[in-house]
């Protein structure tokens, strides 16, 4: 019933996209290694969570994770890496509420309709 030996689960098939073939080897293994001691009943939770936890990406794969694409406040939209402090993203909801969400990264992309409601999504006054 451990949430952590879930994401474990979840986490395996997705090494190889996370880290290098070798480090992907080696978490796979103790990963694997834990996971079979669960099944027998031991806690590996805190052992779990150290392994998941030393490894960048796969730190940022679980907080992913847990934090879901509904989110509340986050957005399933991150900016690009590199775009530096000067992009302005301009993001537009419902104005029936944040159901619907779009972000606008050039002019030329048309503001689409609420596919809810059918009207268009309005601009998000910035921060
Ligand atoms: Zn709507």
């Not at 690009?80 to 000067?86: E, K, M, N, T, V």
Request: net charge negative; proline share 9%.
């Amino acid at each position: 019933m451990s949430e952590l030996t879930d994401l474990a689960r979840k986490l395996l098939p997705r090494l190889g996209l996370l880290v290098d073939h070798a480090e992907a080897t080696r978490l796979n293994d103790a990963i694997e290694r834990l996971l079979r001691e669960h099944d027998n009943g031991a806690d590996v939770d805190a052992r779990l969570e150290r392994l998941l936890d030393s490894v960048p990406e796969v730190r940022r794969f679980i907080a992913g994770s847990l934090a879901g694409p509904q989110a509340p406040d986050k957005t399933p939209y991150e900016p690009l890496a590199g775009d530096g402090a000067g992009s302005s993203l301009q993001r537009y909801e419902c104005p029936y509420g944040p159901h619907s969400t779009w972000f606008r990264s050039s002019l030329s992309q048309e503001v689409p309709l609420c596919a809810e409601h059918q009207i268009p999504l309005r601009l998000v006054p910035g921060r």
